[in-house]
């Protein structure tokens, strides 16, 4: 089956009770028994919703894998998997990565005893002379945040699988249309699904695909024994969004290597990042892991002040001044002041996080006019 038909069919059956074609929303805290532990397979939401498991079903296909746990947010995924390990373990990061990843990381599982290394990942001889003989897990994004790095992810799997260590990657900005880590050697994929797989900016939710039964089984306890689960609706809204996300990302992403080619002629602009130019240090990976390059595009100003950029930040019309990314609507953020504000300056710039520094999530609108608005908001 094909990635649009997964998206339309994949774990999707019409209600058996009422034939409703769309999935409804289980909008129940428990469920009749005909006697203690006799019932239909669920006895708490917290544990399961009939909803939560559709979904659940259609994430594990869509990237390849067999099982899907939701969340009631990225971060919570990321919280999840993170309790996979224990006081003294050892994790190496990407350098160049959600601020939220970051924090939750440092300031959370660091004050647990938890070890953590940051280190830019294009380059693999710092992965190897990063791990340790207690790392239990690499950490990567790919594309970065939000400097759009390539990691090669089959070559960071393959030093990962000698030492008997996971490898989990976001694919929040990817999607699995456009990349299936599971496929190149990753045990674990995580999403924000807040983002391209909702696509509407209307629901917050996170989700983690792997293949294995013993890790599943691992994430679906901590799952359950957390309590980070997400509500029925939010389950319903990223079913709904998953249908259109092959329609969305194909023209997103169409836009995003036009307005990259704009920016990368402007005269005030500074350095584009965006892997779909031969030129990027990541193109052949990305084009070898990648089905397109993504509808994130981020640049700096020749002009590296923070005044510039708030300039340009607060002077466009349709690109909106939000956190947030993968929605159908354009977005255009300051990554050192809102994404990655909780990183510490000296580790921002040592990944390029200038002043000057703006992210966009390019949207569906049409191209001509979202370039206009990046003009007269730069002019």
Known sequence: MKFATKAIHAGIEPDKTSGAIMTPIFQTSTYVQDAPGVHKGFEYARTHNPTRDVLQTQLAALENGNHGICFASGLAATDAIAKLFSSGDHIVSCNDLYGGTYRIFTKVFGRFGMQFSFVDMTDLSNIESALKDNTKLIWIETPTNPMLNIVDIAAVCAIAKKRNILVCVDN???????????????????????????GHSDVIHGAIVVKEKSLADQLYFLQNACGGVPGPQDCFLILRGIKTLHIRMDRACENAEKIAQYLKGNPKVGNVNFPGFTEHSGHEIAKKQMKKFGAMVSFSLKDDSIEAANKVLSSTKLFSLAESLGGVESLIGHPATMTHGSIPLEERRKTGVVDSLIRLSVGIEDADDLIEDLKNAIQ
Do not use: E, M, W
Not at 173 to 198: C, E, M, N, R, W
């Open 172 to 198: 929040t900005f990817a999607s699995p249309y456009l990349q299936t880590p599971l496929d190149l050697g990753a045990d674990i994929v995580l999403h924000s699904a807040t983002k391209y797989l909702g």
